[in-house]
C-alpha cells in the first residue's frame, strides 16, 4: 500500500514543535504533502530538509512567512515541478509536483503526486477576487495535467463542497470557503464527461442550447468515494476562535483530487485528531500502488 497524507502545517516550525516527526516515525507515510510552511530556504536548511526519514522538495513564497508547500517522500522523484506557470501565483508559493514516472507501472506510467494551497479569500474582498482569478487560472491546468498522466493533488482547497461538509452551512452561505462561485467550480472539477455531455444533450433536445460548455473536470473527491455520508467525521480544519475544535465546529477543506484511475485504487482513509498539530488535521489515503 502507498501511504499519502495531506497537512496544512499552519508553520513547519511550528507543528514540529507539537510532535509532528514523533507521528510520522510512528505512523510512516510513504510521501506527505504539506501546505502553509510560513517559512524560506534559510529557515529550512539544515532543520527541516527531512523529517522521518523523509526527503522535502519545497516551493516557497517570495513573500516571507507566508504560504509555501511541500512534499517529503521516501521515494525519489523523476522531476519535480516547481509552480504551475502562473505570473501571479507562483510568486506565492502555492504549487509542487512530484512526478514518478516508470514504464514499469502499466497501469500509470506516468504519475504525479501534487501538493497545493488554495487562496483563501476570507481576508476581505481583494483577496476573494484573487481566489477567483487562481481558480479560473488553475482550471485548465489540472484539465491539461490530467490529459498527459495520472496525478493525485493533495492540499487545503479551501472550499467547502457541499452542506455535509461544514458544521454551520446555513450560516456560511455569503462567506469565503462556501460561496456559490467556489462550490460551482469544485462541482465542475468533479463532474465527468460523460454526465455533462448528457446534460448538455438533454438542454440541446430541449431547445435550450448551452453554446461552448465545457465538459467536467472528471477528478475524483478520494474521501467522499470513500466516505459518501460522512459529516462531522470528515471534517479537516476548526476555527482557533472559541470552541470551535473543542465542539466539533469545522469544516472539510482539506482533499485529495485524483485522476478516476487512482481514485480506483484508494482503499482506506483516516483523518487524525488524537494530536493538534495545526489548525488542520492530517488527512491520509491508503492507495493499492507502488511507485
Request: aromatic share 10%; net charge positive; proline share 4%.
Amino acid at each position: 500500500m502507498f501511504k499519502l497524507t495531506s497537512l496544512n502545517l499552519n508553520g513547519i516550525r511550528s507543528a514540529t514543535s507539537k510532535g509532528l516527526q514523533a507521528w510520522l516515525e510512528k505512523t510512516r507515510p510513504d510521501c506527505m504533502c504539506v501546505q502553509e510552511l510560513k517559512a524560506q530556504g534559510p529557515d529550512v536548511a539544515g532543520k527541516f530538509e527531512q523529517l522521518a526519514g523523509l526527503q522535502g522538495h519545497f516551493h516557497f513564497a517570495e513573500k516571507k512567512g507566508y504560504s509555501g508547500v511541500g512534499i517529503y517522500t521516501r521515494h525519489a522523484p523523476s522531476e519535480v515541478i516547481v509552480g504551475f506557470g502562473s505570473g501571479e501565483f507562483d510568486a506565492e508559493g502555492r504549487y509542487l509536483e512530484l512526478r514518478f514516472d516508470s514504464p514499469a507501472r502499466k497501469h500509470s506510467p506516468k504519475l504525479s503526486i501534487i501538493s497545493c494551497y488554495f487562496p483563501s479569500g476570507s481576508s476581505g474582498p481583494e483577496r476573494q477576487e484573487a481566489k477567483f482569478r487562481f481558480l479560473a487560472e488553475f482550471y485548465p491546468h489540472l484539465l491539461g495535467l490530467k490529459a498527459q498522466r495520472e496525478f493525485i493533488l493533495c492540499g487545503d482547497v479551501n472550499i467547502a463542497h457541499q452542506e455535509i461538509d461544514l458544521k454551520n452551512w446555513k450560516g456560511n452561505l455569503k462567506n469565503s470557503g462556501f460561496l456559490p462561485e467556489e462550490r460551482a467550480w469544485m462541482s465542475e472539477l468533479l463532474r465527468h464527461d460523460a454526465q455533462v455531455a448528457n446534460e448538455a444533450a438533454d438542454a440541446l433536445n430541449a431547445g435550450k442550447a448551452r453554446p461552448g460548455v465545457a465538459l467536467g473536470g472528471g477528478l475524483v473527491d478520494v474521501y467522499r468515494r470513500l466516505q459518501p455520508t460522512a459529516s462531522d467525521a470528515g471534517y479537516t480544519w476548526w476555527s482557533n476562535r472559541g470552541q470551535a475544535y473543542a465542539k466539533n465546529v469545522g469544516w472539510r477543506i482539506d482533499y485529495h483530487l485524483a485522476t478516476p484511475a487512482l481514485a480506483a485504487l484508494a482503499r482506506s482513509e483516516e483523518i487524525y485528531k488524537a494530536e493538534k498539530f495545526s489548525d488542520h488535521a492530517p488527512l491520509t489515503v491508503a492507495y493499492d500502488l507502488k511507485l
